[in-house]
């Protein structure tokens, strides 16, 4: 059972434009949120994060949203630069346990 | 580079056989985290260690096992290997035992042939 979901595998920007990617969480316990960002052959790292008590959270360039109503949060990246192309995985914890939930992965390609 | 450190980076066998993935923490991280990621899934929890004991438990099968020793370092023991298995495995490391960063290393890539 998939509780953390981005439904969208792949994501083309122009550089310079705004980058949105999507994801959905099926877990009301969630309490706190975070954006890793991924290139090839390297494991994850610590993009952004959000707790469930904000709606937003910024740090330059990127912006997390949390709608805990709609079980949303989106990372807002812009402006898009070509090294922003990676792998961007969504993440989820509870507030009571130690486990990371983490989306699929959304592809995103900057183009110059 | 995070420094979470995982050898080795690829590693072939066959079916049925067995193998073991290491993972040495970031200096002064108390915490272990094992995943396993399959073709177009995400991360999937396995296991995690704090200072020597286990503290959480995601979808670990029973063939598989963990441990994290005296020094820190943690080994992934991979058992009665099925084709199924082949994926990234990262470990991950992060200070505390609930710490909401965790700090990935480069990933172990497995293929059961």
């Known amino acids: 059972d998939q509780q953390v979901k981005q439904n969208s595998p792949s994501l083309s920007v122009q550089e310079g434009r705004i980058s949105i990617l999507n994801c959905d969480y099926t877990n009301s316990m969630f309490d706190y949120f975070l954006w890793y960002k991924k290139y090839p052959a390297e494991g994850p790292t610590f993009l952004i994060s959000?707790?469930?008590?904000?709606d937003k959270n910024e740090d330059g360039r990127f912006t997390v949203f949390l709608n805990k109503s709609a079980k949303h949060l989106s990372l807002h990246i812009v402006p898009s630069q070509p090294g922003d192309s990676a792998v961007y995985f969504c993440a989820a914890r509870p507030l009571t346990g130690n486990q990371f939930y983490f989306g699929t992965g959304t592809s995103l390609t900057v183009i110059p | 580079d995070s420094g979470v450190t995982q050898t080795p980076k690829h590693l072939i066998t066959a079916t049925g056989q067995r193998v073991t993935l290491r993972c040495s923490p970031r200096s002064g991280d108390l915490s272990v985290y094992w995943y396993q990621q399959s073709l177009d899934q995400g991360l999937q929890f396995l296991i995690q260690?704090?200072?020597?004991?286990?503290?959480a438990k995601g979808n670990i099968l029973e063939r598989f096992s963990a441990q994290q020793f005296p020094d820190l370092h943690s080994e992934l023991n991979l058992s009665s290997l099925e084709l199924g298995d082949s994926a990234l495995y990262f470990c991950?490391?992060?200070?505390?035992?609930?710490?909401?960063?965790?700090?990935f290393g480069p990933g172990t890539r497995l293929t059961v042939t």
């Open positions: 959000i707790s469930s008590i904000k």
């Open positions: 260690y704090y200072n020597g004991e286990e503290r």
């Open positions: 991950a490391s992060s200070v505390a035992v609930s710490s909401y960063e965790q700090y």
